[in-house]
């Protein structure tokens, strides 16, 4: 009774084991991922219906031969050296971590895959499951996702491009904006400027037209001869006085608008000097007078008409800041490519606060409040000086007097042939 409860329980077991094996069997054939199993010398030894499925290949077809058929061919030889080397040192792990591995269809067609590997040992041989998924369709949305980034991408620096452009764009406007409004500001200034110094500058020469043409009225009766011209003299040097305030004016616009052009000339600076000498001393003070010398080559290279008007400005300065009496020293020197002109007076001198402001626009120094002007001739002869390649310095001590001077670049200046007389 043993002996055959023995056996029942033996062919209860085997049963049983059958049973798991077969449903073992079914779950491997019907599973949705492809499975195969090789051994240790490669060759596939079992291969589920999603397998055969995904490689289209049948069963009898793939038995017993190297797993290299299901790998496109340019990969055979790499393939067999790894499958070596996991033989060799076989672990549980996903089958090529971080590569892109592709499989091949019996029709030749590739496509990618997703490979996971495990192992076991029986008989004393090494056996490989491996657990296969296409990921094709995975494959095609990352590549559209990584399409849709890129483009997003694109998209993103071309709208930072032209954010940053905007951006720009405003900082110039802003520029812009700010640079006009301290223009308009700095404009403002000089009107009300402008205002205040023409109302009092013309003031006293209108005053004066006023009272020698009323007093020309009442000498006019043929007799007093001498204080009728004493009278037209004032009338005159009074709307000459107008005309220079005028020409200031005029020559501020032109420069501040950028109209005034060079016109280089070749002349006898010599000559042209002692013109302009003759012409203002008739303005001097009553026994004011000018010391003149020359150095050097006398001909020179300059636009005639802005040198001019430098030199009379500077001795017309000269004459106003000056006592009476005494001489007012002009000189001119040419040597080396390098021309300079320097006038000095003996007057009032200008504080070393004055001086770091002379060729701005409208400033008069503390010691010209009595002295007519428009604090415009010393930047005009700043900006002609600048015009021409040239600058200007001042070296003044108060209550002693004053040298201005003058430096020009002579060197490959080229000018018209028009000669000067």
């Known amino acids: ?82 499958r070596n080397q996991y033989l060799h040192h076989p672990n549980n792990r996903p089958m090529g971590l971080g590569m892109d591995l592709f499989a091949a269809k019996k029709s030749g067609e590739e496509f990618p895959v997703e490979v996971s590997l495990t192992n076991y040992m029986l008989n004393d041989e090494s056996y490989v499951v491996a657990f296969i998924s296409d990921i094709t369709i995975r494959k095609k949305s990352e590549e559209e996702i990584k399409k849709l980034n890129d483009e997003l991408e694109e998209i993103v620096e071309l709208r930072t491009r032209e954010l940053k452009y905007a951006i720009r ?46 007093l020309l009225e009442q000498y006019n009766t043929g007799a007093d001869t001498t204080k009728q011209q004493k009278h037209i003299q004032r009338i005159v040097s009074s709307v000459n006085m107008l005309t220079d ?47 003149y010398e020359h150095t050097g080559d006398p001909e020179v290279i300059l636009d005639v008409s802005l040198f001019r008007h430098i030199i009379m400005n500077l001795i017309s300065n000269a004459s106003k800041f000056s006592p009476p009496t005494g001489a007012i020293n002009v000189l001119t020197s040419h040597e080396d ?57 001042c070296d003044s001590v108060p209550h002693q007097g004053t040298i201005f001077t003058l430096s020009f670049n002579q060197q490959n200046t080229t000018y018209e042939e028009d000669p000067v007389n």
């Open 169 to 214: 764009q405003l900082e110039i406007s802003r520029e812009d904006l700010y640079r006009s409004l301290e223009k308009e500001k700095e404009l403002g200034e000089l009107k009300s400027r402008f205002v205040s110094m023409a109302s009092h500058e013309f003031r006293t020469p209108l005053s004066t037209v006023l009272s020698s043409a009323y």
């Open 1 to 82: 009774m043993v002996v055959v409860d023995k056996i029942d329980q033996l062919k209860q077991s085997e049963l049983k084991i059958a049973q798991d094996k077969q449903r073992f069997t079914a779950l491997l054939e019907h599973a949705s991922m492809g499975i195969l199993e090789i051994n240790q010398r490669g060759e596939i030894i079992d291969i589920n219906l999603s397998a055969l499925k995904l490689f289209g290949y049948e069963k009898t077809e793939v038995l017993n031969k190297k797993i290299e058929m299901l790998i496109p061919a340019r990969f055979h030889g790499k393939h067999e050296e790894h």
């Open 337 to 393: 490519g390098l021309l300079k002109l320097s006038v000095e007076d003996h007057g009032t001198g200008i504080s070393p606060e004055d001086q770091q402001h002379l060729t701005e626009r409208f400033f008069r120094g503390r010691n010209a409040v009595n002295i007519q002007g428009t604090g415009l001739g010393l930047h005009i002869v700043s900006k002609y000086a600048e015009l021409m390649n040239g600058s200007i310095k």
């Open 245 to 291: 305030i005028l020409n200031d004016f005029l020559s501020v616009g032109k420069i501040e608008e950028g109209k005034i052009h060079v016109k280089y000339q070749k002349f006898d600076i010599y000559k042209l000097m002692l013109s302009a000498i003759d012409e203002i001393r008739v303005s001097l003070k009553k026994e004011q007078y000018i010391q």
